[in-house]
């Protein structure tokens, strides 16, 4: 019996369209850098989600050297209908 699990697959989900403030230059380490910026609005659609971003959240990027990492969790949303 073969215990080879299938490849996973991906299908599009949504497109985000987000409206976003004034990033603000929170700190800093050795070589670090750490800005937030606040995200003011925006839609988001796709072939079964549809709906719009409520004010309130943040992404975050942190830079290091010549990197930027960017965290971005989807803290508020608010969906309108299902295709």
Known sequence: MSSVLPAPTLDFAFEA???V???ERI?????DGLCSTPITGGTFDGPRLRGGVVPGGR???VTRGEGTELDA???SCEPRTAH
């Open 73 to 75: 969790p989807a803290t």
């Open 59 to 61: 992404d975050w990027s």
């Open 17 to 19: 369209r987000v409206s």
């Open 21 to 23: 403030g004034s990033g």
């Open 27 to 31: 700190g800093h380490g050795a070589g």
